[in-house]
């Protein structure tokens, strides 16, 4: 089955500066990769994502890089700011729908 | 946009009853959806899929006879915990999704706790 992992597990950065998560995954038939934002005790949402017949997707200060050959993808978060401090999941999914979710990125934002 | 509805948001039991935990999709049909475990500070874990009209899809290791999925309709899908132990106080998360070019929807999270 899909196996996804995802660096670093925890990011401290301080307000205005860049974060990447970097995720890797092992299945070729994977084509779809979103990205959710869960903050403590709520539920994961989507922040943006990204398919496998595009290279990169930017939404404002968020985006989003894909590298099909090398098998892993990356989340840029520019101009960070303290709300963005959240626990950020990567996945990655197949046509047959399952999502195979990466172990998290506590990212933190230092005033 | 996409709702998923999920009730309760949390519940606490005692050992050996039942919980069921209710999943909606309120503004499209969902032939599909999907069961989450969480426990604190981890990853959310697949337990299983959930078919509408047919049997669910367990994940390896996950048993069938304690977490029953019923699907009876295209809106609704249902998670009962039969006969839960401590050891089963998580986040349970469902989630589906409208279009095979959405991306997930989750409903709100049970945080179940079993004393």
């Known amino acids: 089955g899909e196996n996804v992992e995802q660096h670093p597990s925890t990011l401290s950065v301080q307000e205005g500066d860049s974060a990447v998560i970097k995720c890797t995954y092992s299945?070729?038939?994977?084509?779809?990769f979103p990205w959710y934002k869960q903050e403590l005790g709520k539920r994961p949402q989507l922040i943006i994502d990204?398919?496998?017949?595009?290279g990169e997707k930017k939404d404002q200060r968020i985006a989003v890089t894909l590298n099909k050959t090398a098998k892993h993808f990356s989340l840029h978060i520019t101009e960070t700011q303290p709300e963005d401090s959240a626990v950020y999941f990567c996945?990655?999914?197949?046509?047959?729908?399952?999502?195979?979710f990466g172990d998290g990125t506590t990212l933190t934002v230092k005033p | 946009g996409a709702v998923v509805s999920q009730h309760p948001s949390w519940v606490i039991c005692k050992s050996g009853t039942s919980v069921k935990i209710e999943c909606r999709s309120l503004?499209?049909?969902?032939?599909?959806m999907f069961w989450y475990r969480q426990f604190p500070k981890q990853s959310l874990m697949l337990m299983a899929t959930?078919?509408?009209?047919?049997?669910?899809?367990?994940e390896q290791g996950v048993e069938k006879d304690k977490f029953l999925i019923n699907h009876a309709s295209l809106t609704l899908s249902t998670l009962t915990v039969t006969s839960a132990h401590p050891e089963d106080s998580s986040f349970y998360i469902c989630?589906?999704?409208?279009?095979?070019?959405?991306?997930?929807?989750f409903g709100s999270g049970t945080r179940l706790t079993v004393v």
């Open positions: 989630s589906a999704r409208p279009q095979v070019s959405y991306g997930y929807t």
């Open positions: 959930s078919n509408e009209g047919s049997k669910a899809t367990y």
């Open positions: 503004d499209f049909q969902a032939t599909t």
């Open positions: 299945d070729s038939a994977s084509n779809y």
């Open positions: 996945a990655a999914n197949t046509n047959a729908g399952k999502s195979t």
């Open positions: 990204i398919r496998s017949n595009v």
